[in-house]
């Protein structure tokens, strides 16, 4: 079985890890799967918020960005709004996101730099200690995001989780937090 896992699949297990087995084993899609929903920068904003954003590329300390990457390695998929290679020789994912910053960042933002960031890694060989999120509106505010090893470590580990329950048919564990399963589309067929 060819596995390839995208940043929703990652997001989706960490909220239960049953919806890998019901919709990607299974292939029974989820009707309410907007919290899931990986938002995009719309093309027009993020067109204009790569405009914008020039000036803050030099503050950032760029020395070479590549646009639109789509990136792979052993068990996960993505593709890359900008990549960054920086004055200290890490290297940095930037997101669009056509949303409003509303004071703190949600975790599945996080997540999509984390797998971003172990994808730069596997595909650069470079180290990666932050990522960047482009608010197209809230004016393309521009929030950095630490990424430390931990970080990649539990990607990788869900990762691997994920393809586990994919390719021996395994029925994983159930979400600790309870009241996910109240308004879950899986809760008829789902055995606690
Ligand atoms: S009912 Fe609960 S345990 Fe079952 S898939 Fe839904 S969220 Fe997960």
Known sequence: ??????????IQYLYCPRFTYFEYLLRIPQYEGRHFKVVKGREVHERKARENIEYMRKRLGVVQK???QYLTNDLIR????????LE????????????K???????TYKTQLYCYAWLI??????????GF??????????????????HVEE????????????SKNRYPKATKVKRRCLSCTYRNICTK
């Open 121 to 130: 890694r596997s595909n650069f060989k470079k180290e990666v200690k932050k």
């Open 1 to 10: 079985m060819n596995i390839s896992i995208t940043p929703s699949h990652i």
């Open 66 to 68: 590549w646009h639109n």
């Open 133 to 150: 999120l482009v608010y197209t509106r809230s004016k393309n505010k521009l929030i950095e995001v630490e990424v430390a090893e931990k």
């Open 88 to 99: 200290d020789g890490t290297m940095a994912a930037l997101d669009y996101k056509f949303a």
């Open 78 to 85: 993505g593709e890359v709004d900008e990549i960054y290679l």
């Open 101 to 107: 910053y509303e004071d703190k960042v949600y975790a």
């Open 155 to 166: 990607i990788k580990k869900v990762a691997t989780s994920i393809a586990e329950i994919l």
